[in-house]
């Protein structure tokens, strides 16, 4: 399960959708996991044919102030800290603390959420792994000798990040039953090329019930090594970008990052009246290869804080759907899942896409929105060609339709924390073509007729001879000049390529906003 919140980093439809608030509906439940459904049949905003949609959110008795009322399951915890020489930067173009310390920092803050009944270790590693703190009880720990000693962590050294989960194994050989157990990394992943080892370990682990949690510090993992993270029952990825967003997701939902509450999901589709399937799916990495399929599976899935607008973040899956009645079609969403103490759970919703167009609520409606404006800006890094239309064309247009919309769903964000995606994407790529539209116009300011209104050419008449002209008798003509030898110099350097800041290659579906921003087309 991968949770993203924004840095200006790399904008997919995960990440993109993890930065808005959406309301699953009724939250009410006893269960442990259930799923809410939603459905929508639209016009596409620039080819303008229907389509067919479905929303997945999860709910859990878990969310919002329901991890403190019921309590969160007794935890077996091993953290392990990134020593490495690269953690003593700060984050990427922000000035202020080291990695380093706002990861000291926010370690203290995890052991203050710790319970009396709960097993706590430390590790550091650089490209070696030492313990800190030895897993014991947590009521056995001398608090403030554990905070002096964190407090003197010092940044150098490479990073072998294997080399922590092996010793963080041996810390759990004799760890007690009924607790659930997890190790978190902290690391801005400057790794020594292990990663197909540490992914190893994850999975070995993930069968003995020891899940890990990945908290990337101002670094963006591959496209495919976080699918192959998310695909590990119990592992989730976590992405940070600042100060205040490490402190969020470390501080304020922790209790909801170590308690798990589905494993082995399968959601499977049904129609009495069509052969109705999952043509694409947004908004989570694991579903990256849906491809006209009636079941989807997940690894794992964890409860959500709500927010004050009765939402959760993030908390949506959208689904494409073909092969749909076009009259009204009722959708059956048969669930099944395995809970935290391996027993099997189901449940079905049934929905009615109707004939017509429309939106069961908002979320949907904001999701597929979002979709189509992370879509569009792939297709536009990647130069993909938009049928009948200009990319200033296609960007102005969806542009009213963006605006429309999310005033339509309530959503002012827009206007807040998120006018990035008005000022860093869609604004910025219109001016872009803008210019360069005034870059060519400045190129060949001769116009050039209508093919329509171009006269259609005289024949030419039988061309007269030209004098050759005569030389003069005073003057001696110059010889010609000889050629130049060619330069054994070294011809100018081609500019540069600009280096990702950590080596690993963008995924063709994950763009970078600033490679976007800053990229000069010829088109």
Not at 15 to 35: L, V
Not at 71 to 89: E, H, K
Not at 209 to 231: A, H, P, Q
Not at 373 to 392: A, F, H, N, R, S
């Amino acid at each position: 399960y991968q949770r993203r919140v924004h840095g200006a980093s790399y904008i997919n439809h995960e990440n993109t959708f993890r930065n808005f608030s959406f309301q699953a509906g009724p939250q009410e439940t006893r269960s442990d996991f259930d799923i809410r459904c939603s459905v929508a049949r639209c016009k596409d905003p620039l080819t303008k044919l229907v389509e067919s949609w479905l929303g997945l959110s999860f709910v859990s008795r878990y969310d919002g102030p329901g991890i403190s009322e019921i309590g969160r399951p007794n935890l077996n915890l091993i953290i392990c800290i990134d020593v490495s020489g690269s953690m003593a930067c700060p984050f990427e173009n922000q000035a202020g603390k080291s990695k380093i310390d706002i990861a000291k920092t926010c370690l203290h803050s995890i052991i203050s959420k710790l319970r009396t009944d709960d097993t706590f270790g430390v590790i550091k590693f650089n490209a070696t792994a030492n313990p800190v703190l030895p897993r014991q009880n947590f009521s056995d720990i001398d608090l403030p000798v554990l905070q002096e000693e964190i407090d003197k962590l010092v940044a150098n050294g490479g990073t072998t990040i294997s080399a922590a989960l092996k010793l963080a194994n041996q810390m759990y050989a004799d760890a007690p039953n009924g607790k659930s157990n997890r190790i978190i990394l902290l690391t801005d992943m400057e790794t020594n090329n292990d990663q197909d080892k540490v992914l190893s370990m994850i999975k070995q682990n993930a069968k003995r019930n020891i899940y890990t949690s990945i908290v990337g510090i101002d670094v963006d993992l591959s496209k495919k090594l976080v699918e192959d993270i998310c695909l590990v029952p119990g592992a989730r990825y976590l992405s940070v970008a600042s100060e205040t967003e490490f402190r969020q997701i470390m501080e304020e939902e922790f209790a909801y990052d170590v308690t798990p509450v589905a494993f082995d999901i399968k959601i499977d589709l049904k129609s009495e009246t069509s052969d109705v399937k999952f043509e694409k799916a947004f908004g989570s990495s694991e579903l990256n290869s849906v491809n006209q399929t009636k079941t989807i599976s997940l690894s794992s899935e964890f409860p959500n804080p709500i927010d004050d607008k009765g939402g959760m973040s993030g908390n949506i899956l959208l689904f494409k759907l073909s092969g749909v009645a076009e009259s009204s079609d009722t959708l059956k969403v048969d669930l099944k899942y395995k809970d935290a103490e391996g027993l099997d759970k189901n449940s079905t919703q049934t929905i009615t896409l109707n004939s017509e167009e429309h939106f069961s609520n908002p979320s949907i409606r904001k999701a597929i929105v979002l979709s189509k404006m992370v879509e569009l800006q792939q297709d536009y890094v990647i130069e993909k060609p938009i049928e009948g239309k200009t990319y200033l064309e296609s960007f102005t247009l969806f542009r009213d339709h963006f605006l429309t919309e999310m005033v339509a769903v309530g959503d002012g964000s827009i206007e807040g924390e998120n006018k990035w995606i008005m000022e860093g994407i869609i604004d910025k790529i219109i001016d872009l073509e803008k210019n360069s539209t005034k870059n060519k116009t400045a190129e060949d300011p001769t116009p050039k007729p209508s093919p329509k209104s171009a006269p259609k050419p005289k024949a030419d008449p039988k061309p007269k001879a030209t004098p050759k002209p005569k030389p003069s008798p005073k003057t001696t003509p110059k010889p010609k000049p000889k050629p130049t030898p060619k330069s054994t110099s070294n011809p100018k350097p081609k500019p540069k390529a600009t280096k990702r800041p950590r080596g690993d290659n963008p995924p063709e579906s994950d763009v970078s906003a600033h490679k976007m921003a800053t990229r000069s087309k010829s088109k």
